[in-house]
């Protein structure tokens, strides 16, 4: 939720410090909420190698190749979206959103959230979903008022597409290299 009016002007945006692990060929999590000025690392606890880039609106980076029990670490410096990938295995992707406000929440398994400790006054709430278009979500934004008497939004539905993360192109708009046993980046040590 986005303050507006003059809690906007007043709301402190703290930076956070968060880890997005690569492990078994996957991100953890899938997705991270941060607020804008974030740093978070990228270690990687597999035993091979991992190239993770972002090439999208929110952040862009490469981190390069790193060897596993080695980390890196990216600032998240502005608001945005960040779709994150490795250069080496097309089967890992995440999610990194840098927010303006310290008023956020990531629904559970059940679509649940709660968000604590927000100020009485007006709030723009935003809704993101990975696999909605953004037609969708800009229609779910709407304007919330927080006091002692209201502190609930209601029901959100989020219509949802497929998600067209799986098919992507490398750091170079290339198509990902297939695996091959003869290929040290590929494969376990």
């Known amino acids: 939720m986005a303050p507006t ?8 945006v703290m930076p956070m410090h968060a880890t997005l692990a690569q492990k078994n060929k996957a991100f953890d999590p899938h997705l991270l909420v941060v607020t804008r000025g974030s740093s978070v690392e990228f270690p990687n606890r597999d035993p091979w190698f991992h190239n993770v880039f972002s ?3 929110g952040k862009r980076f490469d981190l390069g190749l790193y060897e596993a029990g080695s980390s890196r670490t990216v600032r998240f410096d502005r608001e945005g979206v960040s779709f994150i990938f490795c250069n080496i295995h097309p089967e ?5 959103v840098a927010l303006g406000s310290p008023y956020f929440a990531v629904t559970d398994k059940q679509g649940d959230f709660s968000i ?7 709030y723009m709430l935003h809704v993101w979903n990975e696999s909605a278009q953004p037609a969708v979500l800009q229609a779910l934004t709407r304007e919330v008022q927080v006091g002692k008497a209201s ?22 708009g290339q198509e990902y290299e297939p695996p091959s046993p003869n290929n040290p980046v590929y494969v376990q040590p």
Do not use: D, Q
Not at 116 to 122: D, F, I, K, M, Q
């Open 55 to 57: 090439l999208f609106n």
């Open 151 to 172: 502190h609930a939004v209601g029901t959100i539905r989020v219509p949802v597409t497929k998600s067209v993360l799986l098919a992507h192109k490398n750091k170079y």
């Open 116 to 122: 604590t400790e927000v100020p009485a006054g007006r």
């Open 5 to 12: 009016g003059r809690a906007a002007e007043t709301t402190p």
């Open 92 to 96: 890992m992707s995440a999610v990194v």
